[in-house]
């Protein structure tokens, strides 16, 4: 029955028993469910690497088993942040083969053909933005998971504030770094001074600009944009994409208002919690959350003591029993 949660059946049967008899050794396991002494000793590696069973604190050499209100719990929490970070994944996937599919696949000799066309080099990026910039009528939609150096910072500016005057509007999401690095910070200012509404999220895809929903630019190289831009004109590409962007935004946090709380946690707080239970390092943490990795570590260290936890470990535990994650 707790297969759904990663529980194999020897192992669900081992923790029933321990449940109901805690003070049973492996003899009596091993007597009770008429099975060999390798069966049960593997079924309890598997509890504990599980967290649902523990070493008891009053007989020493011992183990316990978890209470399911904290142990099982803590194992949905932790099934729950593997779907939602497999749907991020998904959600990045899905423009990354919409991108390859524009490029390699075979173009029909009809109107309605996907286009792509690949442009190399910063200057003729540059000139391909402007020009599309140009041509911009009604909507510029943006996706900024890094922050550009300081001439992008003022180029931006500069062009948002043309675009605006022309009566053009323009959505940009941005990593919720924006609103702790003095950099990014600086960066979403110039934004919004020049006319554009901005959010933030503690996930987001690779970079992408849309432009009035028909013209979409993203990197071939997520990982390297020195690489080039791709430029996508088909329209069931780009569909995709705007449809990606707006999944993106509604779950977005404008720029003005405080990241909210749900519970008691913020939305980074709550990544944090979910990346460091699905085995992330502090490292990798940081890197996912757009955060220096001492400012991880402090976050993290935040969170145990309102948790009043020991251990990673434990404040996952309480975490999830706190509904955070």
Not at 17 to 26: A, Q, T
Not at 183 to 197: C, Q, V
Request: aromatic share 4%; proline share 4%; charged share 25%.
């Amino acid at each position: 029955m707790l297969d759904i949660l990663g529980l194999g059946n020897d192992a669900e049967q081992v923790y029933r028993l321990l449940l109901s008899h805690p003070r049973w050794g492996v003899a009596q396991l091993v007597d009770h469910l008429a099975t060999d002494e390798d069966t049960v000793r593997a079924a309890l590696d598997e509890l504990f690497d599980l967290a649902l069973l523990r070493h008891s604190s009053e007989r020493e050499g011992e183990l316990r088993a978890v209470s399911p209100t904290v142990g099982l719990q803590s194992l949905l929490a932790r099934q729950q942040a593997d779907v939602e970070h497999r749907m991020q994944r998904i959600a990045a996937g899905q423009a990354a083969v919409a991108a390859l599919l524009a490029e390699y696949s075979d173009r029909p000799a009809t109107e309605e053909a996907v286009e792509a066309e690949r442009v190399i080099g910063p200057d003729a990026i540059q000139n391909r933005l402007e020009e599309l910039g140009q041509s911009l009528r009604e909507e510029l939609l943006s996706i900024v998971p890094s922050v550009p150096s300081a001439a992008a910072v003022e180029a931006a500016r500069q062009n948002n504030a043309e675009l605006v005057a022309r009566r053009v509007t323009i959505r940009t999401t941005l990593h919720d770094s924006a609103r702790r690095d003095p950099n990014a910070a600086g960066y979403a200012k110039s934004l919004t001074d020049a006319g554009t509404e901005v959010r933030t999220a503690p996930l987001l895809p690779p970079r992408m600009l849309i432009f009035d929903r028909s013209i979409a630019v993203v990197p071939i190289d997520p990982g390297n944009t020195a690489q080039g831009i791709l430029q996508l004109s088909g329209r069931g590409v780009v569909a995709s994409l705007v449809t990606l962007y707006e999944q993106v935004w509604r779950t977005a946090v404008p720029l003005g208002a405080a990241a909210r709380a749900v519970d008691g946690i913020t939305p980074v707080q709550r990544e944090l919690l979910q990346l460091l239970a699905q085995g992330h390092t502090d490292s990798s943490a940081a890197t996912r959350l757009g955060m220096s990795e001492r400012t991880c570590r402090r976050a993290m260290a935040e969170l145990m003591e309102r948790l009043g936890a020991r251990s990673r470990f434990e404040a996952g535990l309480l975490a999830a029993r706190e509904g955070w994650i």
